[in-house]
């Protein structure tokens, strides 16, 4: 009698799992363009007090969070270095270098419930700009999702994470990564990302239109490479100059809000 109880309860529970996520959710995101959901670890895991210290001293959006969202910031860094393989070439990858990759990459992707996404297994780092035998140039960073590896230069990286310039290498690396997951997956998060991503295209295929977005000099030239540079660039200058971009760009602005759903960590 117990056990057709516990199966009755478990068999509701599925069926209330499947509603949610069948049903309701896909209701919920078409009237606020936002997943239901977010947080659901039960279990939090910790990082010991030097490494929040040094989140606090590296990032100031990590420093602004409550506390509740601290630890689910703290947990998410957790999960991303035991995740992800990182690989120094040349350079020793110290554990402070991946806290500051771990936190560019979850500052990032904080607004989006499923974070670790599978089209990249490595981090390769090196010291300074490579040589592709690809293409035969030298690179600061890419993303190649045939190797599923993110490659940095570690003196780029930290150069762009420092310096307030609308360049960061790292926030476009992973801007990539995320644009190429939105085509692959059917993750509430990822929808909405390629959704106000072919809003976002239009400030590019329309040449008027780009070219009056080019003469307020805000981007820079690099972002009118291709749309997908473009997108790359935009997440730099929303990370980095944030009240500019509102100011000169609100729609844009608000686009980029929504596609990695950055009011609902506010």
Same mark, same amino acid.
């Given at each position: 009698?117990?056990?057709?109880?516990?199966? /009755?309860?478990?068999?509701?529970?599925?069926?209330?799992?499947?509603?949610?996520? +069948?049903?309701?959710e896909p209701? $919920?995101?078409?009237?606020?363009?936002?997943?239901?959901?977010?947080f659901?670890n039960?279990?939090?895991?910790?990082? *010991?007090?030097? *490494?929040?210290?040094?989140?606090?001293?590296?990032?100031?959006? $990590?420093? #602004?969070?409550?506390? =509740? !969202? !601290? @630890?689910?910031?703290?947990?998410?860094?957790?999960?991303?270095?035991?995740?992800? !393989?990182?690989?120094?070439?040349?350079?020793?990858?110290?554990?402070?270098? =991946?806290?500051?990759? /771990?936190?560019?990459?979850?500052?990032?992707?904080? @607004?989006?419930?499923?974070?670790?996404?599978?089209?990249?297994e490595?981090?390769?780092?090196y010291?300074?700009?490579?040589?592709?035998?690809? #293409?035969?140039?030298?690179?600061?960073?890419?993303?190649n999702?045939?190797?599923?590896?993110?490659?940095?230069?570690?003196?780029?990286?930290?150069? @762009?994470?420092?310096?307030?310039?609308?360049?960061?290498? @790292?926030?476009?690396?992973?801007?990539?990564?995320?644009?190429?997951?939105? +085509?692959?997956?059917? *993750?509430?998060? /990822?929808?909405?990302?390629?959704?106000?991503?072919?809003?976002?295209? !239009?400030?590019?295929?329309?040449?008027?239109? =780009?070219?009056?977005?080019? %003469?307020? %000099?805000?981007?820079?030239?690099?972002? $009118?490479?291709?749309?997908?540079?473009?997108?790359?660039?935009?997440?730099?200058?929303?990370?980095?100059?944030?009240?500019?971009?509102?100011?000169?760009?609100?729609?844009?602005?608000?686009?980029? =809000?929504?596609?990695?759903?950055? %009011?609902?960590?506010?």
């Open positions: 009698m117990i056990l057709l109880l516990f199966f /009755a309860i478990l068999f509701g529970l599925l069926c209330l799992i499947i509603i949610v996520f +069948r049903v309701i209701a $919920y995101m078409l009237l606020f363009n936002k997943p239901l959901f977010l659901w039960p279990i939090l895991n910790k990082i *010991d007090l030097n *490494d929040k210290s040094i989140l606090r001293r590296e990032f100031s959006f $990590y420093a #602004n969070l409550s506390d =509740k !969202k !601290k @630890g689910y910031f703290e947990h998410r860094i957790h999960c991303f270095i035991n995740h992800y !393989k990182f690989e120094g070439k040349d350079i020793i990858v110290t554990h402070e270098m =991946k806290l500051i990759i /771990a936190g560019t990459y979850i500052m990032l992707t904080f @607004g989006m419930r499923r974070y670790l996404i599978e089209l990249f490595n981090i390769i780092i010291p300074t700009s490579y040589y592709s035998v690809i #293409n035969e140039e030298y690179h600061k960073g890419e993303y999702p045939r190797a599923k590896a993110v490659v940095f230069s570690w003196e780029d990286f930290l150069s @762009g994470h420092q310096i307030k310039d609308n360049i960061n290498l @790292g926030l476009h690396e992973f801007a990539h990564v995320l644009h190429f997951n939105s +085509r692959k997956s059917t *993750d509430p998060n /990822a929808i909405i990302f390629f959704d106000e991503f072919t809003e976002i295209e !239009k400030y590019f295929d329309d040449e008027n239109l =780009k070219e009056e977005i080019r %003469q307020k %000099q805000y981007f820079r030239e690099y972002a $009118y490479t291709n749309k997908f540079e473009f997108l790359a660039v935009i997440f730099e200058c929303f990370f980095e100059t944030p009240e500019v971009f509102k100011e000169e760009f609100p729609e844009l602005f608000e686009h980029v =809000k929504i596609m990695i759903n950055y %009011q609902s960590i506010l």
